[in-house]
T-cell receptor, first 114, second 113 residues
Framework: QQQVKQSPQSLIVQKGGISIINCAYE??????FPWYQQFPGKGPALLIA?????SEKKEGRFTISFNKSAKQFSLHIMDSQPGDSATYFC?????????????FGKGTKLSVIP | DTAVSQTPKYLVTQMGNDKSIKCEQN?????MYWYKQDSKKFLKIMFS???????INETVPNRFSPKSPDKAHLNLHINSLELGDSAVYFC????????????FGPGTRLTVL
């Protein structure tokens, strides 16, 4: 059972455009939602994360939007650059004691073309 | 200094062989993981250790055996390698609760011929 559904699978955006990646989750106990960025040949690295007490979090050109009632969250990359070309993973977890596992989406390959 | 390191980076071997991948973290983290990333980039958790104790053991063949000699190391031994084991294996670590950043190693690309 896939608990975090991510779309699209791949995305091509022009330089300077907005990249949007969407995720939906099923488990209402999830209360921590990170995004990881992976460049070819490298391990994933934390990009930005949100807790459900806020509906939006912004760090530079990267913004997470969170809709608790719809059980959806999304990553927006403003002014997309070729250097943003990577695979992006959303994830979710329950943050309580005894929780150790992030549930990852299947990833979105972003290509930003000049 | 590399936070999470893995050796080797590449591993090419024949079916039926036994191989090991080593992982070390110098961050003082208490939780370590092994993930498998297939050709479609899907990240699948395999194992997790917290303070040297196995806490997550997903549906993984018995041919895969993790070993944590101390909190800084988590090794993965694979017996009787099969073609389907070809993938990139990532080690990761984290301190404390789940909402702390999980640091991934650079990965080990395993190719079984």
């Amino acid at each position: 059972q896939q608990q975090v559904k991510q779309s699209p699978q791949s995305l091509i955006v022009q330089k300077g455009g907005i990249s949007i990646i969407n995720c939906a989750y099923e488990n209402t106990a999830f209360d921590y939602f990170p995004w990881y960025q992976q460049f070819p040949g490298k391990g994933p690295a934390l990009l930005i994360a949100i807790r459900p007490d806020v509906s939006e979090k912004k760090e530079g050109r990267f913004t997470i939007s969170f809709n608790k009632s719809a059980k959806q969250f999304s990553l927006h990359i403003m002014d997309s650059q070729p250097g943003d070309s990577a695979t992006y993973f959303c994830a979710a977890a329950y943050s309580g004691a005894g929780s150790y596992q992030l549930t990852f989406g299947k990833g979105t390959k972003l290509s930003v073309i000049p | 200094d590399t936070a999470v390191s893995q050796t080797p980076k590449y591993l090419v071997t024949q079916m039926g062989n036994d191989k090991s991948i080593k992982c070390e973290q110098n961050l003082g983290h208490d939780t370590m993981y092994w993930y498998k990333q297939d050709s479609k980039k899907f990240l699948k958790i395999m194992f997790s250790y917290n303070n040297k104790e196995l806490i997550i053991n997903e549906t993984v063949p018995n041919r895969f055996s993790p070993k944590s000699p101390d909190k800084a190391h988590l090794n993965l031994h694979i017996n009787s390698l099969e073609l389907g084991d070809s993938a990139v294996y990532f080690c990761a670590s984290r301190r404390g609760l789940i909402y702390n950043e999980q640091f991934f190693g650079p990965g080990t690309r395993l190719t079984v011929l």
